[in-house]
């Protein structure tokens, strides 16, 4: 049998990976595959780096966690006329550390870990995320 946590467990967990993290992180969007753990080397072209509000998520409610405030940015001059985005990486505020990276879609994308507006991204072009969600499991 799977092991199962109470909503307030799920909620702690989730807002202690906020709490790690900690305030105004970077939220890096590359082109290509995402490399295969947060440790890795990063992989791809950095298209664009959001700086992220101090308090960039949600309280954690019912075992998820979203972001909170405005997530928007532009294109840097590595994504030229156009490159797609391929993956997210989610670094310290002084953009030395990556603590979460996951698969980026366009909105709508139901197997993306974060959506965006807009998923061929220009230089100077605006973007912004649509939706991400941290949900944690043992429900």
Known sequence: ???????????????????????????????????????AARTGTLLAELSLPADWMAQAANGAKAFAGSWSGAGAAAAGTGTTIGHFAIMDAAGTTCHHQGKVGATGDGTADMTVDNLNLAQGQAISVTTFTQTDGGA
Not at 5 to 23: C, K, M, T, Y
């Open 1 to 39: 049998m799977a092991q199962q946590f109470s909503v307030a467990v799920r909620n702690a967990r989730l807002d202690a990976i906020e709490a790690a993290i900690g305030a105004s992180p970077k939220l890096r969007f590359y082109s290509g595959a995402q490399p295969a753990n947060c440790a």
